[in-house]
T-cell receptor, first 113, second 109 residues
């Protein structure tokens, strides 16, 4: 069974902290994505990666960075967390020819105090 | 701008039929997805339409009219486990996925 695993389901951090959200997929997918999901809004793409060490900005990259050192792992980094980054974060992956996400992780609900 | 509209919330009765509508205005069109998302869980793929018409898959069907910028998801013989949010998403001319805010479906006994 295919799996996208996010390291934490719930996370609470303080303003100004550097926050790491980890995502691992076991399907040998080339593409990986980070979204945030907020009430009343559609999923918004933060960053995506189509290969190791490659990254592309999505719709709302400000305040975030990413790292893809290994094919199976895609990390989202909040350089200096702010309260407006409190949200549900979803990681997803897909095969190289499918530019849209196929499989999602269960999400990380991040609260910034 | 690009826009996906779907109702915020719908209520239906167990055993009944419900239709969830989605209208879109996007720069180009390369397909439309429907996903199901239970509370606190990952979205899961339900259907993909790129040509006009109805696609049936068990109790779920999805319809697309490209000329009208319109799709619907039809759920038959509703079960309590169908209580979830249903997300409509459109692939635009840049092959980017534009998401609707989702429709929360509440099933009552």
């Amino acid at each position: 069974d295919v799996k996208v695993t996010q390291s934490s389901r719930y996370l609470v951090k303080r303003t100004g902290e550097k926050v790491f959200l980890e995502c691992v997929q076991d399907m040998d997918h080339e593409n990986m994505f980070w979204y945030r999901q907020d009430p009343g809004l559609g999923l918004r793409l933060i960053y995506f990666s189509y290969d190791v060490k490659m990254k592309e900005k999505g719709d709302i990259p400000e305040g975030y960075s990413v790292s893809r050192e290994k094919k199976e792992r895609f990390s989202l980094i909040l350089e200096s967390a702010s309260t407006n980054q409190t949200s549900m974060y979803l990681c997803a992956s897909s095969f190289g020819t499918d530019v849209q996400p196929q499989h999602f992780g269960d999400g990380t609900r991040l609260s910034i105090l | 701008g690009q826009n996906i509209d779907q109702p915020t919330e719908m209520t239906a009765t167990e055993g009944a039929i419900v239709q969830i509508n989605c209208t879109y205005q996007t720069s180009g069109f390369n397909g439309l997805f429907w996903y199901q998302q239970h509370a606190g869980e990952a979205p899961t793929f339900l259907s993909y339409n790129v040509l006009d018409g109805l696609e049936e898959k068990g109790r779920f069907s999805s319809f697309l009219s490209r000329s009208k910028g319109y799709s619907y998801l039809l759920l038959k013989e509703l079960q309590m486990k169908d209580s979830a949010s249903y997300l409509c998403a459109v692939v635009d001319s840049n092959y980017q996925l534009i998401w609707g805010a989702g429709t929360k479906l509440i099933i009552k006994p």
